[in-house]
Each structure stands twice: as structure tokens, then as C-alpha cells.
């Protein structure tokens, strides 16, 4: 596609429902990035994707976030059990190469608003 | 926890004028990129530099990497109200495959 895309744009939930946000990345884009944007702030590093494999979840706030990517294009990432901290924006982002010291440009999808009740 | 701080947090100019923003950052790098992110969407790829540049352009962008002092600083000349947007720089860890932000500089140029 002619960029990274993201789903739903905006999503409301009851604290303790299962989220699900999706993540489409420019076509043939070896790595995929998730961070968690809070308001006013920067984003922050959730995870990495190379291909299929998810080779760092180290900024993965609690065993409730659980991202995947099977086929090493579209991903998903879970929020189980919301709680209200939980609410801020998810970007995705996407870049053509492996992720070598930080020398790729990262595209970005729109980001996911998400709101916890 | 963030890698990065902007300095100043908030930035108002005239149109016309130049606007400087700086980053400081906690650990050594391999290189720093800088976004910008318009209110409501994703962030936009500005410019990278290496660790081993001092001083990169790119049309009315200077920016300047100052390694010893693990800071570096963003100028836009002449500025436009189309500028007006949140920029942040980032940094890439020397190992691991972590991306750092910082807290960004709200620059708000009136036209």
C-alpha cells in the first residue's frame, strides 16, 4: 500500500474488555515497530518485529499486551483486561530493512486511539 | 522510560523567523533521527544523523550532533505556519533493537 495503515482509528472500551488493534505495513517492509503514545508525551518502544519474528518485546508494559505478526506483513497487537492506564495512542510503524543501529527511516501509521472507560 | 528530552518544551514564533530546538539523550548512540508529528497523526521522518557526523542539512533543516555532550539541536530556518507541529528526536540503542523518543518541542508558528 502507499503507507502504513492502522485500525480501528479510534476504539472505546470497559475497563477489563480484550482489545485488538491492527497494523497494515507498507508492502515488503522487513521490520515493524508498535509504540504506545501517552498525551503530551513521546512515543514509547512497545516491540519489534523482523519479518514474523519478534526479535525485542522489552517495552511491553505487562503480560496483557501480547503483539503478533504470523506472516510477516500485518500485525496485531492484544491488550488483554484493559485497565484505564491503558489509554493513550498505538502507532505502528514500518522500514525496509532489518533493523541495524537505527540507520533505517520508520514510516508511520496514523495510530490508534484508544480510550478505556 | 524515555531516552530523550526537548528543549523547550513549547516554541511560538513569527513566520519568518528560525527555530531552534535541542535534545539532550542519556546513553551513546549510533545515530539520531528527528520527526515531526502534526496534532492527530503519525510522525514523519525529518533526518538522521550518524554518531560520527557533526552537522547534517536538508532544505531549510540544520542539524547539529554533539556527541561529548549527548545533545543535539534542530534548526529550522525561515519558518513557515506549516511547520507548526510537535518534533521529537529519537535514538536507536547501541545494542537491542529499542527506538528511544523524546518528549518533544511543540513549535507554533504564526503566521
Known amino acids: 500500500g502507499a503507507g502504513v495503515s492502522q485500525s480501528p482509528r479510534y476504539k472505546v472500551a470497559k475497563r477489563g474488555q480484550d482489545v485488538a488493534l491492527r497494523c497494515d505495513p507498507i508492502?515488503?517492509?522487513?521490520?515493524l515497530f508498535w509504540y504506545q503514545q501517552a498525551l503530551g508525551q513521546g512515543p514509547e518502544f512497545l516491540t519489534y518485529?523482523?519479518?514474523?519474528?519478534?526479535?525485542?518485546k522489552s517495552g511491553l508494559p505487562s503480560d496483557r499486551f501480547f503483539a503478533e505478526r504470523p506472516e510477516g506483513s500485518v500485525s496485531t497487537l492484544k491488550i488483554q483486561r484493559t485497565q484505564q492506564e491503558d489509554s493513550a495512542v498505538y502507532l505502528c510503524?514500518?522500514?525496509?530493512?532489518?533493523?541495524?543501529?537505527?540507520?533505517?527511516?520508520?514510516?508511520f501509521g496514523p495510530g490508534t486511539r484508544l480510550t478505556v472507560l | 522510560s524515555q531516552q530523550g528530552e526537548e528543549d523547550p518544551q513549547a516554541l511560538s514564533i513569527q513566520e519568518g523567523e528560525n527555530a531552534t530546538m535541542n535534545c539532550s539523550y542519556k546513553?551513546?548512540?549510533?545515530?539520531l533521527q528527528w520527526y515531526r508529528q502534526n496534532s492527530g497523526r503519525g510522525l514523519v521522518h525529518l533526518i538522521l544523523i550518524r554518531s560520527n557526523e557533526r552537522e547534517k542539512h536538508s532544505g531549510r533543516l540544520r542539524v547539529t550532533l554533539d556527541t561529548s555532550k549527548k545533545s543535539s539541536s534542530l534548526l529550522i530556518t525561515a519558518s513557515r505556519a506549516a511547520d507548526t507541529a510537535s518534533y521529537f528526536c529519537a535514538t536507536d540503542a547501541l545494542t537491542g533493537n529499542q527506538f528511544y523518543f523524546g518528549t518533544g518541542t511543540s513549535l507554533t508558528v504564526i503566521p
Open positions: 518485529f523482523q519479518n514474523e519474528a519478534q526479535l525485542d
Open positions: 510503524a514500518s522500514s525496509f530493512g532489518t533493523w541495524t543501529s537505527g540507520t533505517d527511516t520508520q514510516y
Open positions: 508492502s515488503g517492509h522487513v521490520s
Open positions: 546513553t551513546s548512540i549510533n545515530n
